[in-house]
């Protein structure tokens, strides 16, 4: 996990909560990259999480603020282990995660291992809408041609693969698709599990960060990398530009109803 100024100390500890005292697999090392300087509300949760946890809690402090992608790449060369779990600060886990994605990759030859997500506004208990997402590799790598394939916040991979792809790169709010595609490129096998296994914190609040001009031409940005790598084609990529480009410029009232048709109640 990465976490800077901006994050919610009741949120982040809620996370902890479901990351350690509720889950029914406990992980062996928890890696923090502190983003910058932090709020003293928050390093004071960090701090009791240390105190609890020990060795187990792996804090990586940075003196400036660098960005979630490059946060997550200095965590991921922290990690000890080869399987990694990655989670958001803001979000909860549900009791079995672990479990479960550790199951899938025992039983299944794969790299990568990420789920369905329920999505809340205010109340995890009151679920507005989930994303639901291909389960076998082929159907991943087809839906990654025109959406982000799985949900990275629920995603357990391989270390040694990430890290073979070229790990986080910078690519603006597109960091973790951009390193999705570049492992679909170096042979990682993908599965989702049917099923949600991490709640979100999101909903229609978030929709604002997702669209405008800025938005759109990182969006561009994206689309132009997947084609250069030859992972979609000039039709595919004029496709994506045409329906996703336009959409990051709609009235918020008009994307809240696009949200509503890309997501299943």
Request: proline residues 3%; contains cysteine; aromatic residues 12%.
């Amino acid at each position: 996990m990465s976490i800077y100024h901006k994050e919610n100390p009741e949120y982040f500890d809620r996370c902890m909560k479901s990351i350690w005292d509720e889950q029914t697999v406990k992980p062996n090392e928890i890696v923090l990259v502190k983003d910058g300087k932090l709020t003293n509300e928050l390093d004071e949760v960090i701090e009791k999480w240390q105190e609890k946890l020990g060795n187990i809690f792996k804090t990586i402090p940075l003196e400036k603020n660098v960005g979630t992608g490059q946060a997550k790449n200095i965590g991921l060369q922290k990690c000890s282990y080869n399987l990694i779990a990655i989670m958001d600060t803001d979000d909860i886990c549900c009791f079995n995660r672990f479990e479960k994605q550790l199951a899938a990759f025992e039983k299944r030859k794969i790299d990568v291992c990420s789920s369905w997500i329920s999505e809340f506004e205010k109340n995890e208990k009151e679920i507005i809408s989930y994303r639901k997402l291909p389960e076998k590799h082929d159907d991943i790598v087809k839906f990654a041609k025109k959406r982000m394939p799985v949900n990275h916040p629920a995603t357990m991979y391989k270390k040694d693969l990430a890290i073979k792809a070229g790990g986080y790169k910078h690519m603006l709010w597109f960091e973790d698709y951009y390193l999705i595609v570049r492992m679909m490129q170096s042979g990682a096998k993908f599965y989702n599990i049917q099923e949600p296994l991490v709640k979100m914190r999101a909903g229609y609040e978030q929709l604002q960060r997702r669209r405008g001009l800025t938005y759109a031409m990182q969006d561009l940005k994206m689309q132009k990398k997947m084609y250069k790598l030859g992972f979609i084609n000039g039709f595919e990529l004029a496709k994506n530009i045409c329906l996703r480009v336009p959409a990051r410029l709609l009235p918020q009232k008009l994307l809240k109803k696009l949200y509503k048709y890309l997501r299943y109640r």
